[in-house]
């Protein structure tokens, strides 16, 4: 299987906001690489096979941030 490749549109005001989005990402297991950017309200990530978009979804709006849009391996998902 080939590793996943994630985005989501998440609202973010402030370098707290993509910090937040950070942490937890450089916590979970199986996000082999990811990039947040403050300026195009964005995470792209980079994850094993075993690492389901629902789970990184559900980390994501832990931190109390909007997801406004997400895909999956180039696919739109439900958020």
């Known amino acids: 299987m080939s590793d996943h490749n994630y985005h ?3 609202a973010m005001t402030c370098s707290g906001c993509s910090g937040a989005i950070d942490r937890v990402l450089k916590k979970m297991e199986g996000v082999k ?3 947040v950017s403050l300026e ?3 995470a792209d990530i980079v994850a094993s096979p075993e690492l389901e978009y629902g789970t ?3 980390k ?3 931190t ?3 997801v406004k ?3 999956a ?3 739109t998902q439900e958020i």
Do not use: R
Request: aromatic share 8%; glycine share 12%; charged share 35%.
């Open 8 to 10: 989501f549109d998440i």
């Open 33 to 35: 690489s990811y990039e």
């Open 40 to 42: 195009k309200q964005t």
């Open 56 to 58: 990184v979804l559900e």
């Open 60 to 62: 994501i709006k832990k």
């Open 64 to 66: 109390g941030k909007t």
């Open 69 to 71: 849009g997400a895909q």
């Open 73 to 75: 391996d180039g696919v």
